[in-house]
């Protein structure tokens, strides 16, 4: 069974509509600056694409984070999920054919182990150390 939550959107044929990112400094840190922001932003088409997913995640980040704060948790969440075979498709949207090789990436990390394998842009370090 999947254990990254990218590979159990897909492992159950579901998308996402909405990327919610968030990040916290310690609120129980007396005397520390506080920032609690948190931005959500609907994708123009439903995907289960990690890479759209990232891409947006990390662009409602830059917006969002400031210099200066200590911060200690962070999170992103995949909001309003449909079944992949139910959505609306937009008329000049195309399907991407390496779209095909997050699947390759999900088998070989239920083969070899979580985190075997992952993307770049996400920073993805190998859990085998």
């Not at 289960?48 to 947006?56: G, I, K, Y």
């Not at 830059?62 to 992103?76: E, F, I, L, N, S």
Request: proline share 5%; hydrophobic share 35%; charged share 20%.
């Amino acid at each position: 069974m999947p254990s990254v939550p990218r590979e159990k959107l897909r492992a159950r044929s579901l998308q996402t509509n909405v990327v919610r990112v968030w990040f916290n400094t310690n609120p129980f840190k007396p005397g520390a600056r506080q920032y609690h922001p948190f931005c959500a932003m609907s994708l123009i088409a439903p995907t289960s694409d990690t890479r759209e997913v990232l891409r947006l995640a990390q662009h409602l980040v830059r917006g969002m984070y400031r210099q200066g704060y200590r911060y200690k948790k962070a999170g992103v969440g995949l909001l309003d999920l449909t079944h992949g075979n139910q959505h609306q498709a937009d008329l000049f949207s195309q399907v991407d054919p390496r779209s095909k090789v997050l699947m390759v990436l999900d088998r070989a990390n239920a083969r070899f182990g979580r985190g075997s394998l992952g993307l770049a842009s996400s920073a993805w370090r190998s859990s085998k150390g």
